[in-house]
């Protein structure tokens, strides 16, 4: 046998009550089982058979690369203006981030990887921007600004 062998036998309770955090926490099954040395069928039953729940994944649409695709076909004709709007669409990918993160149960390294990978994509594009000589920083807005309904009125 060339492969890991798993120690048969009885897995201790503390053990269990880990892989279940993790798994409850968002890792997945196989993750958790890899992770304390337990076949992966083992946990899957005992997570079926307790009934363990895994958190909702946080609906993080579209990716940040998805997001900056309407754009490509632009790049060539209008360079500072398609970089503009990949940036804003990278930032309203990270909104819709922290917005699944926050509402979300989950691992936060795990729910921050979708923002890594925006954060990542949106440096590679201010510094394609900056190579192309614009040298405009874009800003977009992600809080909305108060509307005249919304603003308390203070009496002096």
């Known amino acids: 046998m060339a492969g890991k062998s798993k120690a048969k036998g009885k897995i201790k309770r503390g ?11 968002g890792m997945t099954l196989a993750q958790a089982a890899r992770e304390h040395g337990v076949s992966r069928s083992a946990v899957s039953r005992r997570a079926n058979k307790e009934g363990w729940k895994r958190p ?4 993080v649409s579209p990716k940040p690369k998805e997001a900056t695709a309407p754009f490509a076909h632009v790049r060539g004709k209008d360079q500072a203006a398609a970089l503009k709007a990949c940036e804003q669409a990278v930032t309203r990918a990270l909104l819709r981030a922290a917005e699944g993160l926050m509402q979300a149960e989950t691992d936060i390294s795990k729910a921050m990887e979708p923002v890594d990978k925006a954060l990542k994509l949106k440096r590679e594009l201010a510094k394609e921007n900056r190579e192309h000589g614009n040298t405009t920083v874009v800003v977009e807005t992600v809080v909305p600004e108060p509307s005249s ?3 308390p009125h203070r009496s002096p």
């Open 56 to 59: 909702q994944k946080a609906a």
């Open 15 to 25: 053990v269990w009550k880990r892989i279940r955090s993790r798994v409850e926490a």
């Open 149 to 151: 309904e919304q603003t």
